[in-house]
Nanobody, 124 residues
């Protein structure tokens, strides 16, 4: 069993930055896939970014490329989402997820465990 706890969300003005953290406990995640998803009010959950446990590759949604960066600290069992140049449309609940691999990193059914989510609100 893996437990995930996100932190770092909050209220920020457009153009600002936030860094989200996702701490995993219960099992070292160095070989696992880690993903970030978000859900805006009234919308479906969407892919934001992912980190491949297999080869360390990172992936980002087109909507956040050049603004968001995903990274991992295996020693701390923590994955980060650095969000820069935030826009109001980035508002939503952000979730981190862990997957055992072998499935698409871009789809939420590629992950086995999910955090409780952290709210990000970007004001215009």
């Amino acid at each position: 069993q893996v437990q995930l706890v996100e932190s770092g969300g909050g209220l920020v003005q457009a153009g600002g930055s936030l860094r989200l953290s996702c701490a995993a406990s219960g099992r070292p995640f160095s070989s696992y896939d880690m993903g970030w998803f978000r859900q805006a009010p009234g919308k479906e959950r969407e892919f934001v970014g992912a980190f491949s446990g297999r080869d360390g590759s990172t992936y980002s949604a087109d909507s956040v490329k050049g603004r968001f960066t995903i990274s991992a600290d295996n020693a701390k069992n923590t994955v980060y989402l650095q969000m820069n140049t935030l826009k109001p449309e980035d508002t939503g609940v952000y979730y981190c997820a862990v997957g055992s691999g072998g499935r698409s990193l871009l789809r939420d059914d590629g992950y086995d465990y999910w955090g409780q989510g952290t709210q990000v609100t970007v004001s215009s």
